[in-house]
């Protein structure tokens, strides 16, 4: 696609209720990122993948949170049993090569825990 | 990780004026990358520019310059002659230190131009 999509856009859920944020970056992108972003803030890490490989997912809060890219393109990132903290914009990127350039964002996915 | 830190919160400003969004950094590396982004009020964060550490020359694109002072650690945006469409959120960045391509944000500067 054009550029890195995201879904839902919008996403309520009750608490200890099970989500699931897609992502499709760019065609082609090597590397892909999830970061997590609160009101005021700006994007703070998460993970990140070079193909299918998750290279570093040293920013997921807890063991509640895992994410996938299980063919080296679209990602899914999950979180368990969730929590009103976990109330945030997902945000998800992509870049061309496994290096220091340039990561080109998605919408985002706004998560509401009630 | 690297630190980056924007000092101001928010700026406003009338349109047509110039204005200067400060970025400091703190880096254990030799060699390294900054970035700027832009957050308009739709939400999506938009890439701006990506700059080297190595590369000594100042970046201009349009109304947007960007000055690099490796003496201060500073990556500094200006803005000429800004314009209402200018209002955003623009946050600085720079990739951790031995972290591979993971990003560390600043917590960005408000941007308002008014008429």
């Known amino acids: 696609g054009a550029g890195v999509s995201q879904s839902p856009r919008y996403k309520v859920t009750k608490r200890g209720q099970d989500v699931a944020l897609r992502c499709d970056p760019i065609s082609g992108h090597v590397s892909l990122y999830w970061y997590r972003q609160a009101l005021g803030q700006g994007p703070e890490f998460l993970t990140y993948f070079n193909y299918e490989a998750q290279q570093d997912k040293s920013g997921l809060p807890n063991d509640r949170f895992s994410a996938e890219r299980p063919e080296g393109s679209i990602s899914t990132l999950t979180i368990q049993r969730t929590e009103q903290r976990d109330s945030a914009m997902y945000r998800c990127a992509s870049s061309n090569t496994g290096g220091p350039y340039e990561q080109y964002f998605g919408p985002g996915t706004r998560l509401t825990v009630t | 990780a690297q630190k980056v830190t924007q000092a101001q919160t928010e700026i406003s400003v009338v349109e047509k004026e110039d204005v200067t969004l400060d970025c400091v950094y703190e880096t254990r590396d030799t060699t390294y990358y900054l970035f700027w982004y832009k957050q308009p009020p739709s939400g999506e964060l938009v890439f701006l520019i990506r700059?080297?550490?190595?590369?000594?020359q100042n970046e201009i694109s349009g109304r947007y310059s960007w000055n690099f002072q490796k003496s201060t650690s500073s990556f500094n945006f200006t803005i000429t002659a800004s314009q209402v469409v200018d209002s955003a959120v623009y946050f600085c960045?720079?990739?951790?230190?031995?972290?591979?391509?993971?990003?560390?944000f600043g917590t960005g500067t408000q941007l308002k131009v008014e008429l």
């Open positions: 960045a720079a990739p951790c230190t031995g972290g591979g391509n993971k990003l560390t």
């Open positions: 700059r080297n550490s190595f590369d000594e």
